[in-house]
């Protein structure tokens, strides 16, 4: 599936990625709740540290809803390990350093700056339902009032 091809009420593609402090996050590992799946650029960039502190601020009011939060990026576990001590990060930061559920989530993007053309993450999340399937697909995010939004919607489900 391409990014175009993914919409909401779509099953959500499998995702089996290595996790920071090492072990592996299997999709499959946490069916029978919500999923909030976000795509981050990079590790300990302004934005995805912003973003990153909110969705731990938030982790107990998404537990308390019955979802599991999982951040991703194509950034290695032992850049994950880091930039979690570094942040006092408390949510599952998964490895996909060879882009392959980047790809089916259709968030590894041609992207500009200064003029410049490049491909990287574009800031996405995916809220998955209890049933897998996707609940809300959230593109081109803006940090700020993101995590309030996807808790909104997650207490939604």
Same mark, same amino acid.
């Given at each position: 599936?391409?990014?175009?091809?993914?919409?909401?009420?779509?099953?959500?593609?499998?995702?089996?990625?290595?996790?920071?402090?090492?072990?592996?996050?299997?999709?499959?590992?946490?069916?029978?709740?919500?999923?909030?799946?976000?795509?981050?650029?990079?590790?300990?960039?302004?934005?995805?540290?912003?973003?990153?502190?909110?969705?731990?601020? &938030?982790?107990?009011?998404?537990?308390?809803?019955?979802?599991?939060?999982?951040?991703?990026?194509?950034?290695?576990?032992?850049? &994950?390990?880091?930039?979690?001590?570094?942040?006092?990060?408390?949510?599952?930061?998964?490895?996909?350093?060879?882009?392959?559920?980047?790809?089916?989530?259709?968030?590894?993007?041609?992207?500009?700056?200064?003029?410049?053309?490049?491909?990287?993450?574009?800031?996405?999340?995916?809220?998955?339902?209890?049933?897998?399937?996707?609940?809300?697909?959230?593109?081109?995010?803006?940090?700020?009032? &993101?995590?309030?939004?996807?808790?909104?919607?997650?207490?939604?489900?």
């Amino acid at each position: 599936m391409t990014q175009s091809d993914l919409q909401e009420g779509d099953t959500a593609p499998q995702v089996d990625l290595p996790r920071d402090g090492g072990g592996r996050a299997r999709l499959a590992d946490f069916a029978g709740g919500p999923v909030v799946l976000f795509f981050y650029p990079r590790d300990d960039t302004s934005g995805c540290t912003r973003e990153a502190l909110g969705f731990t601020e &938030h982790a107990a009011d998404f537990a308390a809803a019955g979802a599991t939060v999982l951040g991703v990026s194509k950034d290695s576990v032992r850049k &994950h390990d880091s930039f979690r001590d570094k942040h006092g990060l408390g949510i599952p930061l998964l490895s996909d350093a060879e882009g392959d559920v980047c790809e089916r989530y259709g968030v590894w993007r041609e992207k500009s700056m200064y003029g410049r053309t490049f491909m990287g993450i574009e800031r996405s999340t995916f809220l998955i339902g209890a049933d897998g399937r996707i609940a809300r697909i959230w593109r081109r995010v803006k940090v700020p009032g &993101h995590v309030e939004e996807v808790l909104a919607a997650v207490r939604a489900l």
